[in-house]
């Protein structure tokens, strides 16, 4: 029974032309619109030259992405039929995104992410040393103007397919994120052995998404 559903399944996408089903592996990553103050963090306290501290070479760097997701909080009501329980939604959920990069030798990248996680906690706002027992942290504030702030104007991914640069018909979706920021970072393991190349997992929050 399977078998003759798969082969269903293949015929049916045969005569719809299975050329034209989207590949995952062409899309484009952006990030811009990093607030003056951050940058300056990140290339004063990091030493991150300026393509980097921008973000402008950091997209270029992405390995891996997810393209985002969304989901409605509910709430229940049971009264208004009797024995018929009903679902209404309330709020809107974004579903944190995950994006994956390459590191390079010279650890800019790592460099990027881990300098805007102290801008965030207010590393410098310290009057203490961050090695001193009586270190605590400030936050800094979200945005201002977009001058001062943690979170960044423009996080975009674009999903296009192999023909669109020839073919004007063809099309793409970019996703853009409203006030990003990363969430956090997975641990990057290190071993002996077959070397491979050194990637990061970012995960970032934001604030909702567009579509264009």
Sequence with gaps: ????????????LTKMDISKLSLNNQYQVNISGITRDLSGYLGGS???????????????MCSEA????????TSEVKDNFHGISQQFAHTRIYIDSDFTFYV?????????????MDYISGVDNNTNGVQDQNYYRRFNYPMNGGKIGYKCGVLEISKFERNYSNDLNAKSLTYEFINAFPKGMTSIPV??????LTKVTVQFAYDRYIVK
Excluded: V
């Excluded at 029974?1 to 049916?12: C, D, H, P, R, T």
């Excluded at 071993?191 to 491979?196: E, R």
């Design 1 to 12: 029974m399977a078998g003759l559903i798969q082969n269903f399944k293949m015929s049916a």
């Design 46 to 60: 990091y030493n991150i030259p300026n393509n980097y501290a921008t973000g402008k070479d950091i997209g270029i």
């Design 66 to 73: 997810s393209l985002p997701t969304s989901s409605f909080a």
């Design 104 to 116: 390079d030798q010279n650890y800019n990248t790592l460099k990027f992410f881990e300098g805007w």
């Design 191 to 196: 071993q002996y052995g077959g070397a491979d």
